[in-house]
């Protein structure tokens, strides 16, 4: 959208398309250790005030990109802790858990953060 309360930059085409299924605005690089450069991140800031990070973590240099976006851009990293049982991205969250426990779980990032 042209404007919107915040962004998910997340890492796959998949997980964009399941975020926008739940009205929540998201792009993803063209893969999960690329940084979004300083040209589209003040793109991005312009129209978004809150940009989340929502990466799989299961690899380090994952890890490492989204520590630097939040470093270099402030950008809030989320993730799901693969090591509590939880599935490893938006996607299988909600092929896991459904539909409904997934609008409480975005009911509760909101409520956490806007």
């Known amino acids: 959208p042209a ?3 915040f962004l998910v930059v997340t890492k ?3 997980d964009v398309i399941a975020l926008d299924e ?7 690089p063209m893969a999960e250790t690329i940084i979004i450069d ?3 991140k003040e793109n991005l800031s312009k129209r978004f005030p809150l940009i989340f990070s929502l990466m ?5 240099a ?3 990109s989204m520590n630097k976006m939040k470093r270099l851009y402030g950008w809030q990293p989320l993730f799901f802790d693969v090591r509590k049982g939880l599935p490893k991205d ?13 609008y409480l779980l975005i009911d509760n990032i ?4 806007l």
């Open 38 to 40: 300083s040209y589209y």
């Open 12 to 14: 796959s085409l998949k």
């Open 56 to 60: 799989d973590i299961g690899r380090l």
């Open 62 to 64: 994952v890890v490492i």
């Open 90 to 102: 938006f996607t299988d969250f909600i092929v896991k858990f459904g539909r409904a426990d997934t």
């Open 22 to 28: 739940f009205n929540i605005p998201a792009c993803a």
């Open 110 to 113: 909101k409520s956490t953060y």
């Open 3 to 5: 404007k919107a309360d």
